[in-house]
């Protein structure tokens, strides 16, 4: 029986850069991460809806992240297949004792370059 195994991504952090003419900070590019053994799919069309519907944004695809992982998901750029995507959403995670295979966080994604 084959194994099941992921793609490595490109996990590139947003982090505070200088103030803007309000005040707030503006967000830069941090140091990119190589993030192993994560499960991409398509999102069904009903999640492209939902996702349109609630946030404004068009959810693409939908990342599987491995276990143990501790890296930031929410609204963080993602590079993978050539092309840089946005986390769109909450990250969705199960327990890891309940979850049989090797991933048990999912992240939805949209296309931003």
């Not at 069904?44 to 519907?53: G, K, Q, R």
């Not at 930031?72 to 959403?89: I, K, L, T, Y």
Request: aromatic fraction near 8%; glycine fraction near 8%; proline fraction near 6%.
């Amino acid at each position: 029986m084959p194994k099941i195994s992921g793609e490595t991504v490109l996990l590139i952090p947003q982090v505070d850069g200088a103030a803007d003419a309000f005040g707030e900070p503006t967000k830069t590019d941090g140091t990119p991460i190589s993030v192993e053994n994560v499960l991409i799919s398509p999102v069904t069309s009903s999640e492209v809806l939902d996702t349109l519907n609630l946030s404004g944004r068009k959810a693409v695809c939908q990342l599987a992240i491995p276990k143990g992982d501790s890296h930031e998901w929410e609204d963080q750029a993602v590079e993978f297949w050539g092309h840089r995507w946005r986390s769109v959403g909450f990250v969705i995670q199960s327990m890891d004792h309940l979850t049989p295979l090797s991933w048990n966080k999912k992240v939805m994604v949209e296309r931003y370059d």
